[in-house]
């Protein structure tokens, strides 16, 4: 009972102290005067494609649904009886800064003071006007005229600006507010799968592109379109709005085609996206700025939906983070040729086109030359330009071998003298003091558990199955035997093997004084004392501890001399010991999926492998009554959040596994619903968090983070998925996105932050390491080459340098494991448990498949090989693989 009532009161401190103050501002918006003027009722119209509703008084957008469900609403209308106050956008809104030459920008907002506008005549394809002279100050420099027209069946938002002044002004920002229903407030896990949408920016100038998209991954999404004098220049959020900011909503934006007044203030610490600017409007003069709405019917139909508008499409291979040993390809479709290329810094990319186009599109190749962030402009011969936003990293083997430098000098923390005895160990880490963490408010994030405390010594522990160094495993057997086990996990009595919440914690009073820093606040929920720091109820941590036990029996099993401190089979029974535990001591959270919970997959298999058949029994019967568990639930991906984007992971691996096809199903389309294609770095492969600043990050805040954990962990089963349906490519445009997503924010001296940060005023990592290494884990785990063949596009290689001479399709590889191939065509995986694959060589018309192995070294006298498909070779076969003497040089098998 009293573990019952301390997770009870966990789980009110972790969701409702972080929604008390969301609630305070809901209260306060409902006690506001309304303004918007609701009860004077609606304007229903009608396209091809829509079912609009506009106020009467303000003609903003009070519902949008496809015309096949108009039980559906993209926006919040469902909440225009609290959000129609004063301050609080709509579709339809606009936001401007102008000045005029010589003077101060001043800004204007249609949302800031309601005022019932002036409606106009309309004809033609025009549906419903206004001028909105009514509800902008008086001494608002312009005329500002709204109108929403059909074209093609399809809704165009359009606004007619009109210099009113006989001086010429500068219009420096220009906003138009994109008021979608991603407010979750209130609802139950099923009513946000039905009500509710996210959506992704493609800031990609007059290219760019807004993906607006059911939480449940099913169609129609909506697409929003550059029309006229509207390029996608920057993403703003509009932290004005006051609808409160929370785990259960994100935040509004806005699309800007103009931002210079912004750079200059509020973003001149930052480097944008793209080249900020204004726009010089003459007395007398009027320009018109306008949006397209359009339809599609499945989310992995948006470029087919961009080619159908005539917008360009570009598609990087393997995507938009490119290591420097990597030849990247980009294949554009357009309807204009390509003028020129512009690469921002100079130097950071080299272009280079190939001699023979494809049959649909015009292919280049990009290699990255500086590490760092890189702008390709690509100017068509009409004059549209589009902007790709590259991130240009070290080769994976050289920026992994950094990271787990980093982890193990910077980040190895051995005071002796450590009062809450998390020595030796690898700590948080603060990038900006260059200093370790050793205090924080959040207990956790300097207590060595939960997921921005263990990130550091699970990233460090994870990079050894990537890429083994003797050296660093030698820091790591200290840690396990000085600090995992036996301070972050314990083994007592009946209570076997339970996982600390924290090893740091706030009690003054059984300390020495001195202990705690004044210079923090600890005067808060997240400031856990002894009791609850040693509570072993929480099972998001668990599967930190089975993994680090899971990771070290692999390298003690497949290599010989890297582990010494203990036999491979104490890790393997620690591991599902820790798995079981998890199941026994933490019910409650175990209900839900888990980060890292493929590693409970892992173990079972590899509890199989060696025959371990009660443990495995006994593993897999707890899984599958968590997995029958899920079967009953519409959405089965719930957490301790309201909504969440961490447990599809293993949900959808364990559905998978048990044969719960229809689950998995469902958990996947979320998961693509979450996870946008786009030519762009931080969006591409980005699955979908914003609350995670708040509990390992630095600078805490509500706000998308690029490449939080959430991208590597659900590319698992993305492309885990796509092995199953090799024909759908853009499983693994989403899931490579994902997969390098997870070591995109890795520093050029091998740091690896919690995120990115997407607000415009800071684009740049977090500087604490937090829950890395959660996301890491789905790197080290998932890290594989994928050879394919697309009809418009020829052969192609994510992970690998691929060339073809006559029949043969030969890919050097390039990852840093260099473990894992999967040649489409023949849908072959092919595995290493140890040793390391060069080559890969596939005759098309023979079907015969031949691999390079590198030479062996010290640790790696065998390599051990998996195939997935019934192979004849002369080699013994251990555990279910071929084990395969190395030779002093590399050599070559054929299959």
Partial sequence: MKKTRLLVLFICCYIVSNNLQAQEYWDRIKAKKATLEVDKGLINLTTKSFALKLLQSSQTVAGLSPLSDKSFDFTPGDRLDIRDKDGLYHL??????????????????????????????????????????????????????????????????????????????????LGIPMIFNNILEGKTLDDTH?????????????????????????????????????????YRPLLDDPTPRSIVFEGFHEWMPLSKAYAENEWKAAEQWNTPTSLMLKSGVSQNFSLKLVLVDEIKNIQTALVKNERPVALGVPGYVLPQDVDGHLFLKYNKAVKIFKVEPEGALVIEKKSKDKKTFAEYIVH??????????????????????????????????????????????????????????VISYDYETKKQLSQDSRVWVAGLSDEGGAGGWLAAIMKQLVQPDVNEIKKLEQFVDSTLWGVIQYKDGKNKFGVKKSVFYYEPKLMPEGTYSKDINYGTWAAWNKEASDDPGRSYNYPHVAAAHWAMYR???????????????????????????????????????????????????DLKTEGYTEMANDLEAKMKSRADHWRTLNYPFGSEMPWDSTGQEEVYMWSDYFGYDDKAKVTLDAILAYMPVMPHWAYNGNARRYWDFLYGGKLSRVERQIHHYGSALNAIPVLEQFRKTPDDFHLLKVGYGGLLGGISNITEDGFGPAAFHSYPETLRIDYLSGDYGSGFFGYAVNTATFITYEKDLGWLAFGGNLKTKGDVVEVAITTAAKSKVYIAPKKM???????????????????????????????TPYAYLRVDQEVKLSYEKTRDAFKIPLKTKEFQIKL
Avoid at 834 to 846: C, D, P
């Fill in 368 to 425: 990255g030359k500086k590490w760092g962030r890189a702008r390709l402009t690509v100017v068509y011969e009409d004059g549209l330009e589009q902007t790709i936003n590259y991130k240009i990293i070290k080769s994976e083997t050289n920026a992994i071998a950094d990271f787990g430098h980093f982890l193990t000098t910077a980040q190895w923390f051995d005071q002796k003298d450590d009062l809450f005895h998390r020595n030796p160990s």
């Fill in 194 to 234: 039905v009500q509710n949408v996210f959506y992704d920016p493609y800031i990609g100038k007059d290219a760019g592109y807004l993906e607006v998209k059911r939480l449940s991954g099913h169609g129609p999404a909506l697409l929003v379109l550059p029309e006229e004098n509207m390029p996608f220049e920057a």
């Fill in 555 to 605: 390298l003690a099993r497949y290599h010989e001399g890297l582990v010494t401190n203990h036999s491979w089979d104490w890790y393997l029974k620690n591991a599902y010991e820790t798995s079981i535990a998890m199941t026994t001591l933490a019910p409650y959270y175990a209900q839900f999926g888990q980060m890292e919970g493929t590693v409970f997959l892992l173990i079972l298999k």
């Fill in 829 to 859: 995986w092919l595995t290493l448990d140890s040793g390391t694959f060069k080559k890969v060589r596939y005759n098309t018309k023979t079907k015969e498949v031949e691999i390079t192995l590198d030479a062996k070294n010290a640790y």
């Fill in 92 to 173: 339809g809104d606009i936001n401007l800064r102008i000045k005029e030459v010589n003077g101060d920008w001043k800004s204007y907002s249609t949302a800031a003071k309601r005022t019932a506008i002036i409606p106009l005549e309309v004809s033609g394809n025009i549906i419903a006007a206004a001028d909105l002279s009514n509800t902008l100050p008086a001494n608002i420099p312009v005329t500002i005229k709204r109108f929403y027209e059909e074209k093609d069946g399809n809704l165009i938002l359009r606004f007619e600006i009109t210099n009113k002044t006989n001086a010429d002004l500068e219009i420096g920002a």
